[in-house]
């Protein structure tokens, strides 16, 4: 069946609620910035890695770099959310601000090729940081509104991170080449000090006396992520938990992406070409879920299939990247793959959102994430090992490529098709 579907007039009418807006404004802000320092990160690493004191294997760097975003995030998670049920979340916020501005600043000073590490190890520092800061924005979303609200609040800030996706990384193209990496580091560290004083104002309730303690062990131990894991299969879910590490090889194509900014558009800077085609990808990953509805439909077995579908469309796109002619046929083709990758990553959220309890979800969704993180970090090294080998960007697309269209019915066939609508409705969970 096909649910109604908001009018965007009713989804922007929830910026009305103050607390809310500042949120917002805080969001748009600092992921404009997030974007513009990705561009000017992986412009600085193609520089670093052609300079003729050392040329370093371009594929293993994106690949490196690729990971050192996903992994601290993953790690951090099941960590990060307890924190933010049991300190005050405004300041978690401000103080996440203030101080990955400090690190985006000392990005400014890596300049040589002997200075990679502290480049990746900077990144590492923000992205550990990060989770805390989300885990506090997402935990106080329902104070700041009305609950029969939260869809549209929540609707909002996905189509905000679709968009900012594509105009924070066309803009962190033009940045990096009128200003180079280190002026678009200053911006994202200027970006974080406006979200940090929009926040300063927000009104937030004092956090709940929580009924547990906090147990560092059981975040150690990864106890709760085995408790998910449970509890999610005992609903039949096991198969949509999957669905996001089926599509690992998204970690490859992103890889591709930047080593074909880098060197495949002649007269093109490497900070804009890459921008443009992360923009890209950020067209297509905020039109494939609504695309995706309207084809197939909402209820499970018709979300099943159109994961199955998105993994061929992906696929596809993909394939069809080593034909395109100029920048702008390769960025529709991009644009058209992540139709396929966004519709994968959303139906899965939702599928397994519908039927999870409410007091499983935050272990839920670091299960999930840390799947799909791991995922994708392996294929961003397959595929950039397979590029430094080959030195052909045909070649290193050819493995994930393949993989996706293969992925998508074996995923279907292996427990996609028994995900109907009695799966959503019914099930008896295993809470142990």
Known sequence: ????????????????????????LAQVVSQVGDWLNRMAVLSLIDRLSGTHEAVLALGLLFATELATRLAPTALIAPLAGPIADRLPRRLLMVAADLIRALVVLALCLVDEPSEIGWLYGLVVVQMTIAPFFEAARSASVPNLVPLDRLTDAHALSAATWSTMLAVGSALGGVAVTFVGARGAFTLDAVTYLCSALLLSGLRLPAPPDHPAPFALMDVIGARDLRRAWRHARGLGLAPVLLAKAAWGMGGGFLVVLSILGAKSFPGVSTGLAIGLLYAA?????GLGPVLGRRLVGDDARSMARGITLSFLVAAAGYASLPFAQSLLAACLAVGVAHLGGSTIWVFSTVLWQRRVEDVYRGRVHSLDFLLMTSSFALWGFATGVLYDRTASIAVALALPCVAASLAGPLWWWLGGRHLTDATEAGGSPSTS
Request: aromatic share 14%.
């Open 1 to 24: 069946m096909r649910g109604p579907i908001r009018a965007p007039a009713a989804v922007f009418s929830i910026l009305r609620f103050r607390g809310y807006r500042r949120l917002w």
């Open 281 to 285: 990808r950020g067209v297509g990953t």
